[in-house]
């Protein structure tokens, strides 16, 4: 829901059930990468606005909670439908505020609504245990219950997927939600939550509100809020797990990242080198499980590199939003497209070879830039060390296997990594030793689907309990274990009426 000037939306937040203005004066634009137009205002919302939201969700959480579970899931099979219907509208505002292609952004949606499936599931996932007679006529049981008012904080590179991540899962166990979104890319939460209201979730469990850093610090101190999801970059991660969990919140902050592909001798060149152009420069580069530095291993390193720059280079750059087929879409913003082509300065004061170079000037005023290879990086490099997030490929040389491993020990962050061999032992070895939680075998971009967690470790990941399948089942309940002696209500079972029914 949004209110129009002119072409430019006011984007609006959801409070209570009901779409509205913010009490603030103060917007973000949100742009059209692919041709820099502004396409919408965002509010950044005050405190004020914050403490309403949080009332909003902490009235309705009596209601949603105590509703039966398989009413809860309902509202998510007919989310699902509804989802399905909007497929197609949805990628499209995903690659128009954006700029991922729309192969991609439909990609993006699918992943979301395989989480909603996952959610449908929920009378089985609550499921909880029990036993008989642990002590002499005593039973145990444990049961789950909602946490309270959750919080999803979300970035900007996957405006359905993330919050998907987090919310039908939370919503399923009996929480109401409060979603901030990226302000970047605010109008796929709003469509997203419209469908939700559509689906018939009772008013004030799933609220909306946008804004930047005060709304989120406001969201992070109010004691009404029991459990944050948060998914950004690794600084803002870890101040977000510190905070919440200095005010007894529970948290899981998954942070930025540093992927490696390492391709063995015994590779094949063409699966590898494909695999690996769609994992580096796919969405932009703008993925936490895009890869960043290629590990060419022995003998295969110059043919390697050389096969790498000539696929590159014949990747298609260009706006995502004409109905062409384009294999790089824009990034961001424009200072994005800055900040990441300055690593080309710093790899080459660094003493790194740019072989591939993607800085060049393009038609329009959208926010492109090419395909780069750097070769010859080695892990001391700023380019080894830190997140670029953009279509940049460091190449990293190993002698062999172990060689590669000790880049990845070396390494700060540890999301997701990948190897491209014939080789069993090999692939073995490396999935038993790389130092990341998500590996994939000849697979270029190993992201978990939705009944599997999401598991980032090291500086990648703050907490505990990942997002997604059971870990997101546990992160949004709590256990409440009963112990149960039973007494007959009368002390003589012979007089007792109930007891007599039993035995007539
Ligand atoms: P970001 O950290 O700038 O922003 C994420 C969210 O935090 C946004 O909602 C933003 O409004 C808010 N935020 C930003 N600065 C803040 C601050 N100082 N205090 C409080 N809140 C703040 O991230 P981004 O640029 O939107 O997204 C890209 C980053 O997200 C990359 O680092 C990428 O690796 C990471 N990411 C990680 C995963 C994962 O699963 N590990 C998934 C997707 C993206």
């Given amino acids: 829901m949004a209110a129009e000037t002119e072409d430019i939306i006011d984007v609006l937040n959801l409070c209570g059930g009901t779409w509205e203005s913010p009490q603030t004066d103060r ?209 803002v991660a870890r101040s977000i797990y510190e905070r919440g969990t200095r005010a007894g919140k529970r948290v899981q902050a998954a942070g930025g990242a540093k992927n490696h592909c390492v391709i063995m001798p015994d590779a094949d060149p063409e699966l590898a080198v494909s695999a690996l152009a769609a994992a580096s420069y796919g969405c932009g580069g703008q993925r936490c499980m895009a890869t960043s530095v290629a590990v060419a291993v022995g003998r295969i390193a110059d043919s390697f590199v050389d096969r790498l720059c000539s696929h590159a280079a014949s990747l298609s750059v260009g706006p995502t939003d004409t109905g062409d087929a384009i294999d790089i879409g824009p990034l961001i913003r424009n200072e994005h497209v800055q900040r990441v082509s300055s690593y080309l300065d710093v790899a080459h004061e660094d003493g790194a070879e740019v072989v591939l170079d993607g800085r060049r000037n393009f038609e329009g005023n959208g926010f492109f830039l090419g395909p780069s290879v750097v070769d010859q990086v080695t892990p001391d490099m700023r380019m080894a060390r830190e997140e670029i997030f953009g279509p940049v490929l460091s190449v990293m040389r190993a002698d062999n296997l172990e060689a590669a491993l000790a880049f990845g020990d070396l390494c700060e962050y540890g999301n997701g990594a990948s190897i491209f061999t014939r080789d069993g032992f090999a692939a073995r070895q490396f999935r038993e030793h790389f130092n990341a939680g998500m590996i994939g075998i000849n697979v270029g971009v190993p992201a978990p689907m939705a009944w599997f967690p999401f598991t980032g470790w090291n500086s990648s990941f703050f907490g505990d309990l990942h997002v997604q399948g059971l870990e997101g089942i546990q992160f949004y309940t709590r256990q409440k274990v009963t112990l149960t002696r039973w007494f007959r209500s009368s002390g003589d079972s012979a007089e007792d009426p109930i007891w007599r029914g039993q035995q007539s």
């Fill in 27 to 235: 917007y973000d634009d949100v742009f059209n990468p692919s041709t820099g137009a502004v396409i919408a205002r965002v509010p950044l919302s005050s405190a004020d606005d914050v403490a309403r939201t949080v009332s909003a969700a902490a009235d309705a959480l009596p209601g949603w909670s105590r509703t039966p579970v398989i009413e809860r899931a309902r509202v998510m099979f007919r989310y699902r439908e509804l989802l399905e219907q909007n497929l197609e509208r949805l990628s499209e505002l995903v690659t128009r505020e954006h700029g991922k292609s729309m192969a991609e952004s439909r990609a993006e949606v699918r992943r979301g609504i395989e989480v909603v499936e996952f959610a449908c599931g929920i009378p089985s996932l609550m499921m909880g245990q029990s036993v008989a007679n642990i002590a002499s006529d005593v039973d145990a049981d444990v049961a789950k219950h909602p946490v309270g008012v959750c919080v999803g904080i979300t970035p900007y590179n996957f405006p359905a997927m993330v919050p998907m991540w987090m919310f039908p899962i939370a919503l399923v166990c009996g929480n109401s939600f409060i979603l901030k979104p990226s302000e970047k890319v605010p109008l796929t939460a709003v469509r997203l939550a419209e469908l939700l209201l559509e689906a018939g979730l009772p008013e004030g469990v799933f609220n909306l509100i946008h804004g930047g850093r005060e709304c989120v610090d406001a969201l992070l101190d109010d004691s009404r809020v029991a459990a944050v999801s948060f998914v950004g970059s690794t600084g």
